[in-house]
């Protein structure tokens, strides 16, 4: 993780190390990721993501864009 946050800029809350759900829309259809390594306020509940596990998400929804799957759902390791 390149630059790593300890206080949340939206609420000061402190943000832990964790593991979220990300859903994105692949044109006709939706894909859902799990176990997403995220940055997430305790407070809040805002999330960050690191430039490595967006490039990641780019890759994963692109392949599910070109096959043109309407739902797809994946555990983000082992996608
Ligand atoms: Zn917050």
Redesign the pocket.
Known sequence: MSKSMTV?P????SIYNGTTVFKVKTGNGILVLEDVPAEI?S????KWFSDEVMEKIELIADDVRKRHIKFEIMTFNAA
């Open positions: 949340c939206v609420c000061k809350g306020c407070l809040c509940g805002e």
